[in-house]
């Protein structure tokens, strides 16, 4: 009986001991690095944007092993909120995010401590947003209309953040925009009323903050004819003027420009077919005034390509020389002719 009395009571001091080593183990106090991803978030999300709105950081904390594993399993994001865990003067000013971490309501409750966030402050920005009417401007390319182009509506409401609103200007304008496979179906001497998407300014792309309402709109037009393309090997450079000072200059084209490479001729179905079937030539046009001549210049920018169709009446086209929308510079020798 006494002995079974010992063995018992080794047994209770045993499993005590066993508890209390685990509860101390439980307790002791650790470090332990990780990583969190933050998200900002303004006071009145309807009304304001904060800048960035998220953010992944590495901590250190500390705290029991207990703690630390719950920590390490809380819901990512954690959301920071200006007026709560961030001071309500947050705007741009860099707030000290582990003093915003220790105030987060589901970090404070594992009872980790934060010891140190990296980076330790972070600049972030809080703006109102701001709704103001845009123009809408349609854009139909490779397709050339007849008639008026009207767009409903005619304008639409843009919201942005008041800082990027100043830099975009006073005026503000959207692209109406059809996918081309769409418009590369449609006949010609048809009116059409088509949906089309509304594209922001460049600046204003990519800007989570910035919506557009309605977000589309209706574009009633009539084609004409459609827009067509052919790539030349090589096009003429020719010299244009006043006809009255023909007499008195000379006017040569340096000997390698005297043609372009690889130009990309745009312009009506009906011309481009006459183009490659050799029934117009397109001429570089570089057009010298009086006065340009009396000052010898040395060089200058193509004015304009034109197609010359048999019946002699050109006609302006949009070209590329290269792939560049860029006129390309003509070197000249221009001398008197009495000189000569």
Request: contains cysteine.
């Amino acid at each position: 009986m006494q002995f079974e009395n010992r063995w018992w009571t080794y047994a209770v001091v045993t499993v005590v001991t066993v508890l209390i080593w685990s509860w101390a183990a439980e307790e002791t106090r650790e470090q332990a690095s990780t990583s969190f991803r933050i998200r900002f978030a303004p006071s009145d999300p309807a009304r304001q944007v904060i800048t960035p709105d998220e953010v992944r950081l590495k901590v250190e904390l500390e705290g029991s092993r207990h703690a630390l594993e719950q920590a390490r399993t809380l819901t990512m994001p954690l959301k920071l909120t200006v007026g709560s865990e961030l001071p309500a003067d947050a705007d741009e000013i860099p707030a000290n995010i582990a003093d915003a971490l220790q105030k987060h309501e589901a970090l404070r409750d594992t009872g980790v401590r934060i010891i140190s966030v990296d980076p330790a402050l972070i600049d972030i920005q809080v703006d109102d947003l701001v709704s103001v009417n845009a123009t809408v401007q349609p854009e139909l390319p490779r397709l050339q209309t007849e008639g008026e182009i009207l767009v409903d509506p005619p304008q639409v409401l843009l919201t942005l953040p008041s800082r990027l609103h100043r830099r975009t200007g006073k005026e503000l304008v959207l692209r109406a925009y059809i996918d081309q496979s769409r418009l590369d179906q449609l006949e010609p001497g048809r009116p059409y009323s088509l949906d089309a998407k509304l594209r922001p300014p460049e600046i204003l792309i990519g800007q989570k903050a910035v919506t557009i309402e309605p977000p589309s709109v209706v574009i009633t037009f009539t084609v004409r004819s459609r827009i067509e393309e052919t790539t030349l090997p090589m096009v003429r450079v020719q010299i244009a003027g006043p006809p009255e000072d023909h007499g008195e200059y000379i006017v040569e084209i340096d000997e390698t420009d005297k043609q372009l490479a690889n130009v990309t001729i745009k312009a009506d179905g009906a011309l481009i077919r006459q183009i490659e079937q050799g029934e117009a030539t397109v001429v570089a046009l570089v057009h010298l005034s009086s006065s340009e001549k009396e000052r010898r210049i040395e060089s200058k920018a193509v004015t304009c390509f034109m197609a010359l169709p048999p019946d002699g009446r050109g006609t302006i086209v949009e070209a590329e020389v290269d792939g560049s929308r860029l006129m390309p510079v003509i070197r000249l020798q221009i001398t008197e002719r009495s000189a000569s």
